[in-house]
């Protein structure tokens, strides 16, 4: 499933305020079966382009497409992890995953469908819990396993790892992957982390500070799974493009503080 995005641009309009600009023309093509990371410094727009692929948000200007439709709206053809899990705390873990197929799978297709996404995230034992029963990476993981289970061709990531302590976050990386690797989905990942973005991706998009514009993609060509010696030094030069624009947000934060 092909995402086309062309010459997007977004404005935030405050009231009283001069409006902000968070991107400015942004160009990419991703194509179906991918693993694309957006990589940034902070406020640079990548979760604010990743809402406008989910259908959440609306560009100012310019066009998203999903297979050459365009993207107006949420819809089952692509699903969101967010940096939180968003469970609903009264309902079992199973039902959480179950929820988005309420209107469009007969139940006993849901109790197949939870079972077997549950399973590919290894927990097929907690079904009958509840979400403050699990840790932080679990519940997770029950938000992994609930976008699968909607079985769109695109699945859309934003910092789910963000939050989780290294060791989990390390668990959760490789379990990303191999569910990758074993359904094909085209994935959309937003990531402060290089060494995340290197490990997990076919390509990394560098994003400038705000307004955020594309000045980098990056091509991983490394053998998977990827091991740190190999990655230590495509960490480095992706660090050297990011240098200036991480630098441009503190001088625009430090003067902004002097004048405030």
């Known amino acids: 499933m092909c995402l086309d995005i062309n010459n997007v641009s977004k404005y935030f309009h405050r009231q009283g305020e001069q409006s902000l600009q968070a991107l400015q023309h942004i160009h990419l093509s991703i194509e179906e079966g991918e693993f694309v990371s957006l990589l940034g410094p902070?406020?640079?727009?990548?979760s604010t382009l990743l809402s406008m692929v989910a259908g959440l948000a609306r560009p100012s200007s310019g066009s998203l497409k999903l297979a050459n439709q365009e993207i107006t709206e949420p819809g089952p053809d692509k699903s969101m992890v967010f940096q939180e899990p968003a469970l609903f705390p009264w309902m079992s873990v199973k039902e959480n995953v179950t929820f988005p197929l309420r209107k469009s799978m007969p139940k006993q297709d849901r109790e197949i469908a939870a079972r077997q996404y549950l399973k590919m995230v290894h927990l097929s034992q907690f079904?009958?819990?509840?979400?403050?029963?699990?840790?932080?990476?679990?519940?997770?993981?029950?938000?992994?396993?609930?976008?699968?289970?909607?079985?769109?061709?695109?699945?859309?990531?934003?910092?789910?790892?963000?939050?989780?302590?290294?060791?989990?976050?390390h668990v959760l990386q490789e379990e990303v992957e191999k569910i990758w690797m074993d359904t094909g989905k085209t994935i959309v990942f937003v990531t402060h982390s290089i060494r995340e973005a290197i490990k997990l991706s076919d390509?990394?998009?560098?994003?400038?500070?705000r307004p955020g514009t594309i000045i980098s993609d990056f091509k991983v060509d490394l053998n998977r799974p990827r091991q740190q010696k190999d990655m230590a030094l495509l960490e480095e030069e992706v660090m050297a493009i990011l240098?200036?624009?991480?630098?441009?947000v503190m001088k625009e934060e430090l003067q902004y503080a002097g004048n405030y």
């Open 42 to 46: 902070s406020g640079c727009g990548k």
């Open 127 to 169: 079904g009958s819990n509840y979400p403050h029963e699990l840790s932080g990476g679990m519940q997770q993981r029950v938000a992994i396993a609930r976008a699968l289970a909607m079985d769109s061709g695109l699945l859309l990531m934003d910092e789910p790892f963000g939050a989780l302590d290294e060791q989990t976050r």
């Open 203 to 209: 390509r990394i998009i560098i994003m400038s500070a």
């Open 243 to 248: 240098k200036t624009e991480i630098d441009n």
